[in-house]
């Protein structure tokens, strides 16, 4: 069964500023370059031909390019962090396609999405890391920014 998610690529100069994020955080596994992105919907274990409608269905969105960037810096899981990312600064294109691959998803017969919509790009994963260390981190980071970039 593959396991299926719906997501921007982060283009080359983008990834580079990112990836000079890395390091500096006991407990931090750093995601590699080459699989930064944003997800757009998470779809998870689905079978063969479910799997091949979703991918027919999306093949059809057809939506005008828009402009994005990446600005500051977080973390998921408060009183015990698991994740690192930076994030997207708002763009309601962006809102407007991850609804839509939304309804797509749902009309096909797959579960709502229960998670509020939060775009970012996954860092690192954080094991054992202690919340002074991720505060630390993070305050000398918080004013991250990327130039903007052309998606679509």
Known sequence: MPRLFTALEIPRDAALSLSL???????????DVEN???TLRF??????????????????????????SLSGMGSFGAKKPHSIWAGVSACSELMALQAEIERICQRIGLA???RRFSPHVTLARLRHARVSDVVSY???????????FDVG
């Open 138 to 148: 993070l305050s000398g980071r918080g004013d991250f920014r990327t130039e903007s």
């Open 112 to 114: 709502p999405d229960t």
């Open 21 to 31: 994020l890395r390091g500096g955080l006991p407990g931090a596994r750093w995601l």
């Open 43 to 68: 779809i998870g274990d689905v079978d063969g031909p479910t799997a091949d409608e979703v991918v027919n269905a999306l093949d059809r969105v057809d939506r005008p390019s828009f402009s994005l």
């Open 36 to 38: 930064y992105h944003i």
